[in-house]
């Protein structure tokens, strides 16, 4: 067995902590996101106010057959705070653009 | 196979009146359609049979209710106020039938048999299923203060059922002499609507205000602490000055016991003398659940949050106030929600599909007067980590809110969930 320097020891530890600690970096950044919930799953809690695929009975707002663009806005400035809302702002706040973008096309087909 | 045969299906089917026998088929068999039988028709499992069916409109899907008449919960304590008569809570579930093609049943199940997947009806016909979803509500837990039991709640409500018991006490409320102290015991989470016995508390204030002014309810608590408190606790003192008051258990201790032929509350501390008792007692999961050992040594019943199936029993899923779906509260609104995913999750089990991450709400108004109301929400999702449901969003009403435009939301909120939960 060949007995190593201790400097020769010390590189060799330094590239294999080096070359662990490249490896944990890749996996964790190859690791996949969380899976989100299904557009489906997201979209039909919202029914529990909004009525069966958006169609509310007011004053709460029907938000089935708006532009995709609109639904969007309107809960991307709910989220943001900047559009007031005593209900939205709490509820928007859970969901990611993702999530927003999926609903916003999900209600448009109703 | 002890399948379902037409005459026997027919017969439980009979005492409804009215049945769709469409996709009404014998056992189920290869190629045969999916047989979903779901059990209670409340708010989860009403909106169970409608969801399962908007999924799959070739799904056999029955569903089982034993009685004649259902009655909101939510909206009770507005009855008890002296807002809506009793049959403004009714709700009909045959748009379920006509729309979507639901087999309606009513009859009482005595037992369901989890190897055989069979669901036994009181007079004695049999039902297979391949899926099958428990929606059972709540029991009273009649053996956990002394003094209040199954009889005694005949005399003193506890109201926390919809119909005759909502009755009982808004005609005690009635007959009760102007000065009189209305007593309602809150008892400690899990239980049934945790706003409920504040939202009630200030709907009788209402009543009171209008009709016996110079009357007083008291909560006695067996909590120290409760939901959406200093919005109540700020409602009460901008409506009803010096008519509500709260007794925390920090305070007055746990309730010792009932004297029901005096009206009187034994705390640890503390004696309570009503006029009118309205008694709230801990509750459990409903009967068929507990009998068929779907509930746990909390008395409620562990499921997979991903799917609502029975972590104890395979292929039975239990959605609404009989399941374990913490952070979730006991609410309609859950049910409704749970509901949906459980839906969505027997239809990819049934497809060999593994169901994919839950997403879920709760909202939850509650009134203080006709033109004010408050409310809680959350929106839950499955950590993987922790192996349950966690809150990613939700809070309460902003303290500077417009109460106003939040009771118009309420009363819209009622007519959209029917429709969501019980029209098809």
């Known amino acids: 067995m060949v007995q190593l320097k201790p400097d020769q020891s010390m590189i060799k530890m330094t590239i294999l902590l080096l070359a662990v600690l490249s490896v944990a970096t890749t996996v964790q950044a190859a690791e996949p996101a969380a899976p989100r919930p299904s557009v489906e799953r997201l979209a039909h809690a919202c029914a529990g106010c909004h009525g069966t695929h958006g169609h509310a009975i007011a004053p709460t707002p029907s938000i089935h057959g708006k532009p995709e663009e609109d639904f969007v806005k309107a809960m991307q400035d709910f989220k943001s705070g900047q559009r007031e809302s005593s209900i939205m702002n709490r509820i928007a706040r859970a969901y990611t653009n993702g999530d927003i973008d999926a609903m916003a096309q999900f209600f448009k087909k109703y | ?424």
């Open chain 2, 1 to 424: 196979m002890s399948g379902i045969t037409r005459r026997t299906f027919l017969k439980s089917a009979g005492t409804v009146g009215a049945l769709s026998l469409l996709g009404c088929t014998v056992a189920p068999s290869k190629g045969a359609k999916a047989k979903v039988v779901i059990i209670g028709g409340g708010y989860g499992g009403s909106t169970a049979a409608k969801y399962l069916k908007l999924f799959d409109p070739s799904l056999d899907v029955t569903l089982i209710e034993k009685r004649k008449t259902y009655y909101s919960c939510p909206g009770s304590n507005e009855v008890i106020s002296g807002w809506h008569d009793l049959g403004w809570l009714v709700r009909s579930r045959e748009g379920l039938t006509t729309r979507l093609g639901v087999n309606l049943v009513r009859a009482k199940v005595v037992e369901i048999d989890p190897q055989k997947r069979i669901v036994t009806l009181k007079d004695g016909s049999e039902i297979p299923y391949d899926r099958l979803v428990l929606s059972p509500g709540v029991d009273m837990r009649f053996d956990a203060i002394e003094g209040y039991d199954l009889k005694t709640s005949k005399l003193i409500p506890h109201a926390w059922k919809a119909g005759k018991q909502t009755t009982l006490l808004l005609n005690q409320l009635k007959a009760m002499r102007d000065g009189g102290v209305v007593i309602i015991t809150a008892p400690a989470g899990p239980y049934r609507c945790p706003p409920g016995p504040y939202e009630r508390a200030s709907l009788i204030a209402n009543y009171l205000k209008r009709s016996k002014p110079r009357s007083k309810v008291i909560i006695v608590d067996a909590k120290t602490q409760f939901s959406k408190q200093a919005l109540f606790l700020k409602g009460w003192q901008d409506l009803y000055p010096g008519m509500v008051e709260w007794v925390s258990s920090e305070k007055v201790g746990q309730i010792d016991h009932i004297n029901p032929s005096k009206l009187i509350v034994a705390t640890e501390f503390n004696n309570f003398r009503a006029s009118v008792l309205n008694v709230i007692p801990p509750q459990k999961a409903g009967w068929l659940a507990r009998k068929t050992e779907l509930a746990d040594h909390s008395r409620w019943c562990p499921v997979d949050p991903r799917s609502f199936e029975s972590t104890l029993i395979p292929n039975i899923h239990i959605i609404g106030d009989a399941c374990i779906a913490t952070p979730m509260p006991k609410s309609a609104f859950s049910a409704n929600s749970q509901a949906k995913i459980c839906a969505a999750a027997i239809v990819d089990l049934l497809n060999g599909r593994q169901p994919g991450p839950p997403s879920l709400i709760n909202h939850c108004y509650s009134f203080l007067a006709p033109d004010y109301a408050i409310s809680i929400n959350g929106v839950y999702e499955y950590s993987v980590a922790e192996r349950q449901l966690v809150a990613t969003g939700g809070g309460e009403t902003p303290m500077d809110a417009d109460r106003g435009r939040e009771a118009e939301f309420a009363r819209s909120w009622r007519e959209n969930i029917t429709a969501d939960t019980f029209e098809g």
